[in-house]
């Protein structure tokens, strides 16, 4: 299965994107959300994405180009563990809420296998 993005932003083009599946989130969130990612590229440089896995984990995923001399790795993997310890709580919330209107919804596979 492949992963669903609900946000990112990126460094380079300076641009934040949000997947507007996720559009009944609270205007907070949403807001949350942007400010997070942005503040992440602006910190530490290259392109964050939020992506949810196929149990509907959501994972922090950092790109950045080979000739990104100003990209702050190990920067990135500490302002990613600081996100997780402090926003925790948003964090959850947005997995629970995927689980339950994304990974719940029935799909053709699983109506024929409850026959």
Do not use: H
């Amino acid at each position: 299965m492949e992963k669903t993005v609900l946000c990112g932003a990126s460094a380079y083009e300076e641009k934040y994107y949000f997947n507007r599946q996720f559009a009944s989130l609270p205007e907070r969130i949403k807001e949350e959300l942007q400010v997070m990612c942005v503040l992440f590229t602006e910190d530490v440089g290259g392109v964050l994405t939020l992506e949810y896995d196929a149990d509907g984990n959501l994972e922090f995923k950092v790109m950045a180009a080979d000739d990104d001399f100003n990209y702050d790795e190990i920067g990135s993997g500490l302002k990613i563990r600081q996100y997780q310890r402090e926003k925790r709580e948003l964090l959850e919330s947005l997995e629970l809420y995927y689980r339950v209107f994304f990974l719940t919804r029935k799909t053709p596979e699983n109506e024929k296998s409850e026959d």
